[in-house]
């Protein structure tokens, strides 16, 4: 059973930059797509970015193009999201999730989740 689990998250202030880390346990985290999604108070979940397990293809939401970068360190097993230039709209807690299919993870169905870390941009 693959497990997630998500760090980094914190209180910044606006332009400011976080990392959040996404650590797997269980099982090798390089076989699988994995995302980030996060969901602000009274709104929906939303994709972020996703990166493939084959060929390392990078996908990012219009609203944090050129700002956040995703990456993966399979020998840490762990992927990150390097979020630079944060708006007070980038506030929400942060879910790491990954599927062993791609199409599950990008359509918002993927098979394993983690606890979330909440982010807070704020002045």
């Known amino acids: 059973q693959l497990q997630l689990v998500e760090s980094g998250g914190g209180l910044v202030q606006p332009g400011g930059a976080l990392r959040l880390s996404c650590a797997a346990s269980g099982r090798t985290l390089d076989y699988y797509a994995v995302g980030w999604f996060r969901q602000a108070p009274g709104k929906e979940r939303e994709g972020v970015s996703f990166i493939n397990r084959r060929d390392g293809t990078l996908n990012y939401a219009d609203s944090v193009k050129g700002r956040f970068t995703i990456s993966r360190d399979n020998a840490k097993n762990t992927v990150y999201l390097q979020m630079n230039s944060l708006k007070p709209e980038d506030t929400a807690v942060y879910y790491c999730?990954?599927?062993?299919?791609?199409?599950?993870?990008?359509?918002?169905?993927?098979?394993?989740w983690g606890q979330g870390t909440q982010v807070t941009v704020s002045s």
């Open positions: 999730a990954a599927d062993l299919n791609p199409l599950h993870l990008i359509s918002g169905g993927p098979a394993y």
